[in-house]
């Protein structure tokens, strides 16, 4: 059973395109979070959700856009692709904020490259 | 603002070697403490976790973290490497009156048979 689920696994596309990346969770967590990892292997917070609700938006561009249709879910759309957004993007849910006592369990990233 | 330090970039090692992965961080409040592992094209895994009682913390694999708070420092640490350890690990904090977990730069392990 997959406890973060992403798809799709790989991303390939042209500058100019919008795309989205989709996050499911089956641990009945009520937090969730995209992270970027950029090339260099650094890994960072973009967004977080509580119940469907936006907790973090850490200074990404308004081109991202995260959606919380249900506790469960996550999505990532990204309008105007950009060379810089190449990345591989990690989803990640936790029963809690981040704040909290509580692990944070990743899915199994999505490598997205812009050409 | 909290930031997580990983000094060893890349550590390369013989099978049976013993291991020990550096981790600071700057915050001087209460903070949950975490190493994770990220095996090659792989997504990340917990090893172990920190959030208060004995510091010395037992995690999967054989591994283990001593938390020592007047070094602000979480170090992992592994008596005896195997080829299989070979990863990408990521030291990660968060503090309680805050909702991010800040990741440390990684440290990548190469163990060699």
């Known amino acids: 059973d997959t406890a973060v689920s992403q798809t799709p696994k790989y991303l390939v596309t042209q500058m100019g395109n919008d795309k989205s990346i989709k996050c499911e969770q089956n641990?009945?967590?009520?937090?969730m979070y995209w992270y970027k990892q950029d090339s260099k292997k650094f890994l960072k917070i973009m967004f977080s959700y509580n119940n469907k609700e936006l907790i973090i938006n850490e200074t990404v561009p308004n081109r991202f856009s995260p959606k919380s249709p249900d506790k469960a879910h996550l999505n990532l759309h990204i309008n105007s692709l950009e060379l810089g957004d190449s990345a591989v993007y990690f989803c990640?849910?936790?029963?809690?904020?981040?704040?909290?006592?509580?692990?944070?369990?990743f899915g199994p990233g999505t490598r997205l490259t812009v050409l | 603002a909290q930031s997580v330090s990983q000094h060893n970039h890349h550590v390369i090692l013989s099978e049976a070697a013993s291991l020990e992965l550096g981790c600071n961080y700057s915050y001087g409040g209460t903070v949950n403490l975490f190493w994770y592992v990220q095996y090659p094209g792989q997504h990340l895994q917990l090893l172990l976790k920190?959030?208060?009682?004995?510091?010395l913390v037992k995690g999967i694999k054989g591994f283990e973290a001593e938390f020592i708070k007047s070094k602000f420092s979480f170090n992992l640490r592994k008596p005896s490497v195997q080829w299989s350890d070979t990863a990408e690990y990521f030291c990660?904090?968060?503090?309680?009156?805050?909702?991010?977990?800040?990741f440390g730069t990684g440290t990548r392990l190469q163990v060699f048979p």
């Open positions: 920190y959030f208060s009682g004995d510091p």
């Open positions: 641990l009945g967590h009520d937090t």
């Open positions: 990660a904090v968060n503090a309680r009156v805050t909702d991010k977990l800040i």
């Open positions: 990640a849910s936790s029963q809690g904020l981040a704040g909290d006592t509580d692990t944070q369990y």
